[in-house]
């Protein structure tokens, strides 16, 4: 995936990921690795953290929810392996 606007650059050792800027309350930007399927999610007070195994159509429709805070919570979280990246 090529860097465009409303990307964020990888900001830390290991976090090589391209994230996009999201509408959110509490999410700033998220982004997947299809090669790994790895979705790593940037909250607002600057955590980061990592999902392995998401597949792809997942991913998609954590894009495509009305609330990416609650997608998150309902079908992501506790549903992957999980590790805070900072």
């Given at each position: 995936m090529a860097w465009t606007a409303g990307m964020?650059?990888?900001?830390?050792?290991?976090c090589g990921v391209l994230r996009q800027v999201v509408t959110s309350q509490i999410i700033h930007s998220v982004g997947y690795d299809a090669d790994t399927s790895t979705l790593e999610?940037?909250?607002?007070?600057?955590?980061?953290?990592r999902y392995d195994d998401v597949p792809v159509e997942v991913y998609r429709a954590l894009l495509g929810a009305e609330s990416h805070g609650k997608f998150?919570?309902?079908?992501i979280v506790d549903q992957f392996v999980t590790?805070?990246?900072?």
């Open positions: 964020d650059l990888p900001d830390c050792e290991g999610v940037q909250f607002r007070n600057d955590w980061l953290y998150l919570k309902r079908h590790a805070r990246v900072r």
